[in-house]
C-alpha cells in the first residue's frame, strides 16, 4: 500500500523559509494526485495546495496565498512545499496526502505530519 513520510519540519523564525519533503513508496507515484494540508492546534485540518499526477498546482489556500509553491518529482518519487514569509499563524502539524487519478481532494492516504514552529 501507499506510504507516505514527512520531512523538513521544524522551528523556523517568522519571515524565514522552509521546504517539506513527502516521501511516497508502495504504487506508482506518477498516478498520484499529491496535496498538503495543515493543522493548528484546537483548529481543523485545512488544505493548503496540491498538485495533480501530471504536475499541474492547484491554488494555494488563500492563508497562504503568494507564499506556497508544491512541486513534484517524479523520478523520486517525492513531493515539496516551499513556503516563504513564514508567520507565526503558520505553525501547525503539515500533512501530506495522495489520492489515486487525478486530484479531487478526497484523499486516499496521509502522512504522518511533520512539526512545524514558526518562532515571532
Known amino acids: 500500500q501507499v506510504q507516505l513520510v514527512e520531512s523538513g519540519g521544524g522551528l523556523v523564525q517568522a519571515g524565514g523559509s522552509l521546504r517539506l519533503s513527502c516521501a511516497f513508496s508502495?504504487?506508482?507515484?506518477?498516478?498520484?494526485?499529491m496535496g498538503w494540508f495543515r493543522q493548528a492546534p484546537g483548529k481543523e485540518r485545512e488544505f493548503v495546495v496540491a498538485?495533480?499526477?501530471?504536475?499541474?498546482?492547484?491554488d494555494c489556500a488563500d492563508s497562504v496565498k503568494g507564499r506556497c509553491t508544491i512541486s513534484r518529482d517524479n523520478a523520486k518519487n517525492t513531493v515539496y512545499l516551499e513556503m516563504k514569509s513564514l508567520k507565526p499563524e503558520d505553525t501547525a502539524v503539515y500533512y501530506c496526502?495522495?489520492?489515486?487519478?487525478?486530484?479531487?481532494?478526497?484523499?486516499?492516504?496521509w502522512g504522518q505530519g511533520t512539526q512545524v514552529t514558526v518562532s515571532s
Open positions: 498538485i495533480t499526477y501530471n504536475g499541474r498546482a492547484t
Open positions: 496526502a495522495a489520492e489515486m487519478g487525478k486530484w479531487s481532494g478526497s484523499v486516499d492516504v
Open positions: 508502495g504504487r506508482t507515484f506518477s498516478s498520484y494526485g
